[in-house]
């Protein structure tokens, strides 16, 4: 190979290790938490965590933030694990089942006949250029024996200073989570 060749490879060869890699992150519960399965709880109240609803905009593997009142800008070096309705959905399974121990929750649907279910919509769930995190939610919960709406309620949860990264804006998405989820508990 000639020398120059040689140089060429080697030099991109380390402008791509120097490249920071992408990074792909996922919201969490309580550390650890996990829904436990329905045959786990045929004494227990089972709870079914339904498909999140979100905005086609958001609903997506890129982490977005908002930069003024018409653009949303994707992260350029981390992304979702999973499209962001299916981690919602996952983080809140997580920390209800840590706030609900005695109940089985589960994603998928139960087998048995008798159960409840959480039906979740987020309207809006953005960091800004400010720093200032909020998710918008409501939600209903049924039951299925008899067919019938226990609660609908709605709530608007803001967090400020979260950092402009993608960590500390994961972190403070898993907490603002956690936070909607203690404020749906009672209603369970």
Request: aromatic share 4%; proline share 6%.
């Amino acid at each position: 190979m000639k020398p120059t060749v040689s140089l060429l490879l080697a030099s991109l060869a380390l402008a791509g290790c120097a490249a920071p890699g992408l990074r792909t992150y996922v919201l969490t519960g309580p550390e650890f938490a996990t829904a436990r399965p329905a045959v786990e709880a045929l004494s227990t109240t089972i709870i079914e965590v339904r498909p999140v609803l979100l905005p086609d905009h958001l609903d997506s593997r890129d982490i977005l933030r908002r930069v003024g009142a018409n653009e949303l800008v994707a992260s350029h070096n981390g992304r979702w694990g999973d499209r962001l309705s299916v981690g919602i959905r996952l983080a809140i399974a997580a920390d209800l089942q840590a706030r609900l121990p005695q109940d089985s929750i589960v994603t998928t649907s139960p087998i048995q006949p008798d159960f409840r279910r959480l039906n979740l919509t987020i309207t809006s769930f953005e960091l800004d250029q400010a720093g200032t995190l909020a998710v918008d939610a409501s939600w209903s919960i049924e039951t299925t024996r008899p067919p019938a709406i226990l609660a609908r309620r709605r709530a608007r949860i803001v967090v400020t200073g979260v950092a402009m990264d993608d960590r500390a804006q994961v972190a403070a998405m898993s907490g603002l989570l956690d936070r909607l989820a203690s404020v749906i508990t009672p209603g369970l």
